[in-house]
């Protein structure tokens, strides 16, 4: 008999204000309830000590991770300072910035069946794919079932 | 050309159906089964540019839909059917379409409908055509996204 345990990567979205709870809040209401999930909003009077062991405190409550990701907003931000200092002594932790609603949920689709480094590859990718605009000119197409090249534009 | 979901939702392709349904499945074709949208240009730019990459579009009337789909004369290998409302899906399986399991996932707020879920609202002429669908041997699940739970929706709205 095997009594294995599932080991689901922990995601944890950091940023300035509540863009991190706002966009886990997104996902969700896309994806549904996720597990190993979580948002800390860094409000500007709270002191960098404190968002540490906010930190900490959420990677610790995390269950059968085999690692977390922190998704910050800014690099060179407080949210993304702590989280590099944090990973620095613990190897299981990585930092990611830049993070948007695309990066988001290509980390929850994907990181079943991904390891944790094409996991990182995976969400830096999607987070920059996700970002364009349609020319007005290429609105007209006609054609029907056709494959839509989002690089065409 | 295998039918991996058939759903109900009134926003067509968006978020959940786009991302979710389209990856959870791994969708090669989305149909969308609607007068509405088939007639509409600014619709079906908009269908065409929620489509995720990889996926193709077809947007078909429902009776067009009706007879495609019972001759199986229709393009891809895993496909998602998107209806804009239960009465379409109650038009195709009269026709003899096989449906097996309808996914109810996104009914929204209108003026004589009751609020069942967060994204189920039925008036009585919807309660009407859900049941008739289950009475023809169609098993009705409320789901929003994947990772939500299914619920039975005859369930639902007899409580």
């Known amino acids: 008999m095997w009594f294995g345990v599932i080991t689901i990567i922990g995601i944890i979205a950091v940023t300035h204000g509540r863009v991190g709870s706002s966009l886990i809040e997104a996902a969700e209401m896309i994806l549904g309830p996720q597990p190993n999930l979580a948002a800390i909003d860094f409000a500007g009077h709270e002191g960098l000590p404190q968002l540490h062991n906010k930190m900490i405190s959420v990677i610790q409550s995390m269950e059968n991770t085999e690692g977390i990701i922190v998704l910050t907003d800014l690099l060179g931000g407080s949210p993304y300072n702590v989280a590099n200092l944090i990973s620095r002594n613990n190897p299981s932790v990585y930092v990611v910035y830049g993070v948007n609603l695309p990066m988001v949920l290509e980390v929850l689709l994907s990181r079943m069946n991904s390891p944790i480094q094409e996991l990182i590859n995976k969400a830096i990718s999607h987070g920059k794919n996700g970002i364009g605009s349609v020319a007005p000119a290429n609105l007209l197409k006609k054609e029907v079932n056709k494959t839509y090249n989002h690089a065409e534009v | ?159």
Request: charge should be neutral; hydrophobic fraction near 45%.
């Open chain 2, 1 to 159: 050309m295998k039918i991996c979901l058939a759903r109900v939702d009134e926003r067509l392709i968006h978020g959940q159906v786009a991302v979710a349904w389209a990856r959870i499945t791994g969708s090669d074709q989305l149909i969308v089964v609607s007068d509405e949208a088939a007639q509409d240009e600014m619709q079906k730019i908009l269908l065409e540019m929620a489509t995720p990459a990889g996926v193709k579009l077809l947007i078909l009337p429902v009776k067009e839909a009706a007879s495609k789909l019972k001759s199986r004369d229709l393009p891809g290998n895993n496909v998602i059917l998107v209806f804009k409302k239960p009465e379409d899906v109650l038009y195709l399986v009269k026709e003899g379409v096989q449906i097996p399991v309808l996914n109810i996932g996104g009914m929204y707020f209108k003026p004589n409908r009751t609020q069942f879920k967060k994204a189920l609202f039925l008036s009585e002429a919807d309660i009407e055509t859900l049941k008739e669908l289950s009475s023809l041997g169609v098993k009705l699940e409320y789901q929003v996204s994947p990772m939500n739970d299914k619920e039975d929706v005859l369930m639902i709205i007899k409580s």
